[in-house]
Structure formats: structure tokens, C-alpha cells
């Protein structure tokens, strides 16, 4: 619909006769094996889809007949066709699934299958995507699994609805009205998810409030939870430490308190009690105010195994953030979390994963990935990334971030020698881990369209199939998003893809080029505001990050300065450690560097900075035209809008690089070259 709120599951018709002919010649109906409520969603959504899609009625047959797609678990199909399917079923996981065309006495049969019924559910959605893409299923053969076990979104929503960095409207869930009212909203996040693979959902914000804890709100997640079990998808909330204490019952939150401990065990058992299938805790401890152990000079592994205890009868998990930067004047936050996590490594329970995000400061632009990856071994170590776009324009901007994704999970941490990818630590083939998970801070809201600006969608989209398969290509991914989203038209598809590439580039080109980060102006981080120094910690103040001088800019994280880049293993150390070969990209990320530096074009640093962000005015003007030369694919709605929003980009673009290469100016002393134009 043109409102978005369908997403990337949009089942108009099919546009093209050819195809939808080829879909109604091979499938008539389907057949069933099992009656599971999951099973159920699925064929519910198959029919949805065939009919949208193809314009017939998908019947129920009584039995597996010509052209009918077959859908049931393993153990529910029938032996002789299980037999067929015994080596293809032989590779997936539990969560996989098998989508393959057989001939069964004569009848040519599409069978979705895998090892339980949620697999059975995600090949359904495979299935359905397929025909969005408009490709053949004459000849099926598709086995897929995911790669990583917990795929969560992160909702830092809180109670009263707000939503803290969200940009998309107030939180979706209703706590006011629930449990009794159960929203169709709800029920199409949890299809949305499926349809990904997104397997589990954490409520509650991070800066979390003890009160989703106590049995009032317990009642209302349980609504949540059976809307969602049948589409796979688990609920986990937030723990805020002190709990015990803000519940009334304790005087203390200590994590080595028997009574503390019994506390937590009994709060696990009250919530498996009404939510068996609950996921587990997520924490944020002793950051950014937040309560923690350290309060009681115990440890995170203190803190995190305690509340693993408590989980770990019902096999629940526990997600314990490793996002901690100190009060006191620090060095280098970016260190902080590698010196206070990684000496802990292999003390965590087996039931905990340390989240952590993907580079060391903040979700920024442009970030190294975090060098805790791969740092600890013996611990389990989720990602986190940040759909919400924090730092990179809000709900405003259109910048494709399974590009960033992408761009993070294949650094090479070197670890283990060439091809320690940052994926392999996630999807733990590096170190063979049981346990691994990916979360993404969702971007979603009230909003009609759920995440504000249109194209978030392919963020939420992206960041989904990434979870599913951290090797997957981002531009592949943006291919699909588009043809489900929009349309098939390849004179849509390839440069709005291209568009959405360099829409990542864009924003690091006119908000963060070479290396630079954590300038936008404080607090709410919109805009740019490399000149805010008077905020009551260091490392909340931009200047804090640029350093500039009138010598030069940029944060030496080498021996000379932090040594933050000692945090890396080699040769990224050695590589980094110069001027020379270090990575333009991440320049001022790692050394201060005099203005009139010579870099690889044969320019100054001063030049260069200067280019950089007239380049990403550009490539915003080249969006902006991209966009113009499509109009005739997309719906007025959504086309008008985000012809809008991308002209609310192109001049806050130009309002980053004047601003920046202005103040900057002061420092350098130097003229602006003179392609940048005078301000309009
Ligand atoms: O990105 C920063 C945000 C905070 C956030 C914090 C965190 C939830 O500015 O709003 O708090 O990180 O990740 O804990």
C-alpha cells in the first residue's frame, strides 16, 4: 500500500503475465502435515500471498496432489517423501529449512519443510519472496540455515512509550491497553520478523525501569509473548540491576547476596511461569548511570553470572552489554570497554553472551570495528549494531546501513591469522562457539510506515538478513528489498541500488570524513557541533574527539597518544601505527595529522578534508537526481515524500560542511579551495 505499512511484504499483483501464469500452472493448493499453530501462520500467510500475488485462491487439499505445495516438519512428512529429502534435511539446523520441487507418484509437488515448524515457516517466507522476485519455482532447490542463533531486535523503548533515539513515532507497545488489547500491529511485526529470520525481540529499553518486572507488566509481556511463539519469536526484556531494591523487597543489590541471588532466581521463576519460552535478560550495568555491580565492587562476571543462574533452569540467556565508559576523566574511551571486559574472558557462564557494539565509540558514521572482537576467545560475543540512525540523520536521512553492516563483519581481526573475520567472531566458526547472537536497535515506531522514513525499512530488512547469514552481500540484499518493496523494473532496481550503496559513503562524506567522529552536536547528536567544550564530562564533548589544533586534527590512538590501537592484533597494529599506511578512511580515528600533510593524492589534509565533504554534497545532489528519474516506478505517495526527505538531506548536508569546514578553519588558518561554492 502506498502508506508503507505493509513493508517488504507486499503482495499486489503480479505485473507480468508470464509469470504469474508459470506460479498458477504449478501451484493449485496445499497440503499439510501437522497442526501446529505455527504451521498455521505459515499457510495463512501463503495464501495471503498466492492471492495478492497471483490473483487465485490457494486451496487446502486433502491430499498431496498435482501441483500442490507440501508443508509440514520433518518428522510430520510422510516417509517416502522424507526419504527423498533425507540429505538435503541432513544439512540444516533446526531453524533451516528445505524448499525443493519433487515428483511424487506422478505429481509434480513443491515440498517447504524443515527440522521444526519454524523452519517450516521461514522456508514459507522463502518461498513467498520468491514470487516477489518473479522467479522461476518450476525447479526448486533451495537449502538455507542461519548462521547465528539469537537474532534479535533491541527496542529502547520505554514504558511511557517514548522511545529513547527513536525517530519513528512513540513505542508500539501499547502497555496502557494490554494485556486485553492485542493490536494487528503487533501480529504483522511478528510476520515481518519471520519473514527475516529474526527470532527474538528485547522490549524495553536498555535504561531500564524495574517496573516491567513486577507481575502487572509480567501479565502484559505474556500478551506479547503468544502473539509472537507462533512466528518464532521470543520476547527477552531488560533487567535493571537494582531491582531487588526498587521492588521494596531488599536493601541491597549485591550480586554475591544470597538473598540478592534468591531474589533473581525467584523473579526468573515468576516469569518462565507465565512465558516458557521467555529468552532471557538483557543488561546494561554501570554505564552511563546505570546501576551495576560495580557498585558493590563486584564484577560484571559477578553481576552477569548471577543473573545467568537464574535463567539457566528454563535455558534462558543472558545479554550483558560491554557498552561502559568510565566517570572519571578518561584517557580514551575507546578503551574502556576492551581493558574491563577482556581480563574476565572464559569466567562468564555458559548461558551469557557480552553484547557488543560494532566499533568502539558509538555507532557513528564510520567506526573501526571494536577490537574486543576477537579479543576474547572464550567468551561468546554478540553484535550490536544500531538500526535507529542515532548519529546518521535521524529518521530524516536516507542512508543504507547493511552497507556498514556489511563493511564490519568482513574486517579482518587478524586474531587467528589472515580471515579472523569480525563475522566468524559473531557467527563463531573462529573459536567454535555453542553459543551466538546479533542485535540491532530497532528503528521502529508508531509511524504509519513503522520506521519514519521509507527507506528505514530496508535498514530493519538488511539488518534481518544479516542476522540470518553475516556473508551475505549488502547490495544483493538491497536488490531484493527493492524489488518486494517497490518493483521488479530493472530500470528501478539497479539505480535505486546504487543509490542506496553510496547513500552510506554520502553520509560519512558529509558528516565524518577521514576518520572523524563524534562531532554532531551533543545530546540529541543531530547536526553537526565539532565547537561544543563546556559539557560536565570530556568524552561528551566533540572536541573532546577532533583535537584540533593549529598544528593539526585528530586523535592519536598510537603509542604516542592512547595507544588505544594496541587494543588490535597484528598487523593492524603495525599497519596502523604510521601516518603512511594507515587506512585513509580511519586517519584522524588514529592520529592527529598536520593540516598541510601530504596525503595520497598529492593534497594537503586541509584539501582533502575539504573535498571530502564537498563530495558528500554531491553524492546527496546525485541522489536527489537518482530519485527525480524514477518517478514513474514508485507510487505519488512514497515518491513524493521521499523526494522531500532527500531534499531535507541535501541542504543539511550542505549545513554539515560549511559548518564544519568553517569551524575547522579557525585551526588550520588556511582558505577553502574553491570548488567549495559561497554560502547561497
Ligand atoms: O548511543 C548511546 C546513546 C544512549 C544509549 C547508549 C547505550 C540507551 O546516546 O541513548 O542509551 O548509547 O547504548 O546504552
Known sequence: AQDGYDLWLQYDKIDDDKVVENYLDHISGFHK???????DVATTELKTAFEGLVGQTL??????????????????????????LKSDLSEINSEGYVLKSLSLNNNRITVVTGKTDVGVLYGTFRLIKEMQLHNNITQCDIIDSPKIQKRLLNHWDNLDRTVERGYAGFSIWDWHHLPELIKPEYIDYARANASIGINGTVLTNVNASSLVLTSHYIEKVKALAEVFRPYGLQVYLTARFSSPMESGDLKTADPLDPEVRQWWKDKADEIYAEIPDFGGFLVKAN???????NNYDRSHVDGANMLAEAVAPHSGIVMWRAFVYSEDDPEDRAKQAYSEFVPFDGQFHDNVLVQVKNGPIDFQPREPFHPMFGAMPDTPLMMEFQITQEYLGFSSHLVYLPEMFEETLDEDTYVQGEGSTVAKVVDGTLSNKKLTGIAGVANIGTAKNWTGHPFGQANWYGFG????DPYLDSEAIAKEWLKMTFSNEQEFVDPVKDLMIKSREAVVNYMTPLGLHHIMDTGHHYGPGPWVDDLGRPEWNPVYYHRATSEGVGFDRTESGSDALSQYAEPIREKYNSIETTPEKYLLWFHHVPWDYK????????YNLAAKYQEGVEDVEEMVNTWNDIEEYVDDQRFEEIQMLLQIQLKEAKWWRNAVLLYFQQFSGKELPEFIPEPE
Request: hydrophobic fraction near 35%.
Open 33 to 39: 502435515f501437522g497442526s501446529d499453530e505455527t504451521l
Open 59 to 84: 486451496k487446502e487439499l486433502n491430499s498431496v496432489e498435482e501441483n500442490s505445495v507440501v508443508l509440514g516438519s520433518e518428522e510430520n512428512l510422510p516417509s517416502e517423501i522424507r526419504a527423498m
Open 287 to 293: 554505564s552511563e548511570g546505570q546501576p551495576g555491580p
Open 465 to 468: 538478513r544479516l542476522a540470518w
Open 599 to 606: 596525503m595520497e593524492n598529492g593534497q594537503t589534509l586541509w
